[in-house]
């Protein structure tokens, strides 16, 4: 916990100075009609930097020996973190229906250990619901892949 | 005066069309407030690309409408299920689990649904005689009052949110750095870009709060792998009318739960504190305080009160002022600019039918949620039982729908997932996720305000002091901010002062 705690303080310092650098580029001072584009971003980041060196500071002096996470807690976390993100990229190439079909039957079958006819009819149904209600009731298209394409959509 | 404009709202509420929507925003949100990983500020983002072509008085209703049946659902999870959707639901499940451990889980939900009515409709009935008044008021506010305002709104979570306040503060000030890529409408800047061109467009608050809120959530509930073992309720209208029978006795719990409520309310982050100050009021004040935490119908009448009385507050100061008292409010009000209305006192004037329409429409919203709760708790509540392996990604993928519907970019689902990874370590960590939402929808109008504030006074922070109302308004705020230094020093006091008077013989 200590430790993920002064990563977190370390990374948003990081973020602080990056912010700072562009606030300086962009001038923090007044121009011709009134404060310059950087003067909120740069005292939004010197207070950052502060804040966090507090933080740290505390987290540092700080005594937790709670992990910050569990090794029986990070296993569900990345069974769920990888396959979520699998998806997206199934997404960004082959469309979002293609991808919710592979991902939900994908998550059913390996976590939920459901039967291959549940897992095929809800991974068949739940895109073609979802067509259904986006893209001809309420005309919000969804990404789409070769799979639309070739079918007319 | 304020009368006939209620009837006027009153008329746009009760058309067929308009009930129909607030039918299905309360199921809806009822879903999403029994659901893991869905709340009210993320299903009103999910579904907010969906109103983009209906009327805003309409688009509004199916929101807030939304919006109490989150609040009901979560009332399901707490009681049932011993797991508080919400951080304000967690003094409901004292009591609630206990009476539903005990076979008494109709009588519990029935006491939960009628607090929530009686908070929300006390909330919404000082809405409708306040609102006209502070809008009035706040018309001839100028920049600095509204900074002073937005002063006041983040100080509340750092002097009121509990937690460690500078990582508070550190939230609000991430939000407002957040709000600022992009372009900046002003002077035509680029700002934090690095030259990255999808930069650009900036973060948009509604892939942020679906990211925080519902993939977070996801992630947290993943990790202590909750198992859904709920106890059943059986409800039936025998039930409900035995229990209603009961309730006036309450009478003096409901009346303190909703003033607590909306005064805690209307500023932000105050629908947790308020649900546990009434529980522990409800407990000093009560013949039997040893039956509190035991099953105790009190113990549910209380916090359900106050937090429904609370989340029909925060809505006060978002159609009055334009600055949104709570997360989903902040979605909301995303929503009206988007819709084209300007959020802020002028709407009373220019769209009366709007305004006097959602607020007729938080009655009738109401009345059906607690209609359609009661009649329908168990299959809600069967949602639960639907396998987890189904769940998880019926939900993900629910938000990476409602991520890409925003822009139709395929970016915003990315950024919904760097937001997940960051909304699930911040909440560890105890980084608050509210003000963080709260300053990246508010961030360009503060930003703005502040600017036209300080071309007033030519560059002097004085104008905020100098100004009586913004003056009272800073000072409140400065209040606030300083407000856990303060209890730090007065603890610090007074543990020297026992250990001095332990020393002395």
């Not at chain 2, 009346?255 to 100050?277: C, D, E, N």
């Amino acid at each position: 916990m200590r430790a993920a705690d002064l990563v977190t303080a370390l990374v948003l310092m990081a973020v602080g100075v990056l912010v700072l650098a562009d606030a300086l580029r962009l001038g923090i001072g007044w121009g011709t009609d009134g404060p310059r584009s950087g003067f909120f971003p740069f005292w939004l980041a010197v207070l950052l930097l502060v804040c966090c060196l507090a933080i740290g500071a505390q987290a540092w002096r700080a005594r937790v020996t709670k992990p910050f996470v569990s090794r029986e807690g990070l296993a569900p976390v990345l069974k769920m973190l990888l396959p979520a993100t699998a998806a997206v990229v199934v997404t960004q190439f082959f469309g979002l229906y293609v991808a919710t079909a592979l991902y939900m039957g994908f998550y059913m079958r390996w976590i939920g250990r459901h039967s291959w006819l549940a897992v095929t009819v809800m991974s068949l149904a739940f895109p073609v619901i979802t067509f259904v209600i986006f893209e001809r009731w309420f005309l919000v298209p969804m990404p789409k892949g070769p799979l639309e394409s070739w079918l007319g959509y | 005066m304020g009368f006939e404009n209620l009837v006027l709202g009153f008329q746009v509420a009760l058309q067929p069309y308009n009930l129909g929507i607030a039918v299905v925003g309360i199921i809806l949100g009822t879903v999403i407030g029994v659901l893991p990983g869905l709340g009210g500020a993320n299903g009103v983002a999910i579904l907010l690309p969906l109103t983009f072509t209906m009327p805003p008085t309409s688009a509004i209703i199916l929101l807030t409408s939304l919006y109490w049946g989150a609040l009901f659902g979560g009332a399901i999870t707490s009681i049932l299920f011993n797991i508080p959707g919400e951080p304000w639901s967690v003094a409901t499940t004292f009591d609630g689990y206990p009476m539903a451990r005990r076979g008494e889980g109709g009588q519990a939900l029935t006491a939960a649904f009628t607090s929530s009515f009686v908070g929300a409709l006390f909330s919404v009935v000082l809405i409708t005689l306040f609102a006209p008044i502070l809008a009035e008021i706040a018309l001839k506010f100028g920049p600095p009052e509204f900074f002073a305002i937005q002063l006041l709104t983040f100080s509340s979570f750092i002097g009121l949110g509990g937690g460690n306040p500078l990582k508070s503060l550190v939230a609000i000030l991430l939000g407002f750095i957040l709000a600022s890529v992009g372009l900046d409408i002003v002077t035509g800047a680029l700002r934090l870009t690095f030259g990255f061109t999808e930069l650009m467009k900036g973060f948009d608050f509604i892939i942020a709060v679906i990211g925080l809120f519902g993939i977070g959530e996801i992630l947290l509930t993943m990790e202590e792998g909750l198992a859904f073992r709920g106890a059943r309720a059986r409800i039936n209208p025998r039930v409900v009318w035995q229990t209603w029978k009961t309730l006036p006795r309450y009478a003096r719990t409901f009346v303190r739960g909703a003033f607590i409520g909306f005064w805690m309310g209307f500023k932000p982050g105050g629908a947790t504190p308020a649900s546990f100050m009434s529980y522990a009021f409800a407990k000093r004040f009560s013949r039997h305080p040893e039956r509190f935490g035991k099953g105790e119908i009190e113990g549910v009448v209380a916090p359900e009160t106050a937090a429904h009385a609370a989340g029909g507050a925060a809505l006060l100061p978002m159609i009055t002022l334009g600055i949104p008292g709570s997360p989903t409010a902040a979605v909301m009000l995303g929503g009206l600019i988007i819709w084209g209305l300007q959020p802020g006192p002028m709407l009373f004037k220019e769209r009366p039918d709007f305004v006097w329409g959602l607020i007729a429409s938080m009655y009738t919203g109401n009345i059906i949620g607690v209609i359609m709760v009661l009649a329908f708790v168990p299959l809600f509540a069967a949602i639960l039982r639907v396998p987890f392996g189904i769940l998880t990604p019926l939900i993900v993928s629910v938000c990476a729908i409602g991520a890409y519907s925003v822009h139709s970019s395929m970016i915003d689902i990315w950024y919904m997932l760097v937001f997940g990874v960051i909304g699930y370590v911040f909440k560890k960590l105890d980084y608050p996720l509210a003000p963080l939402v709260l300053a990246l929808v508010l961030g360009d109008l503060a930003e703005n305000a502040l600017r036209q504030s300080l071309i007033m006074s030519q560059g002097s922070l004085l104008i905020f002091v100098t100004r009586p109302i913004s003056g009272v308004i800073t000072l409140a705020a400065l209040f606030f901010f300083a407000l856990p230094l303060i209890t730090a020093y007065r603890r610090r006091l007074r543990r020297s002062t026992v250990s001095a008077t332990a020393e002395t013989p």
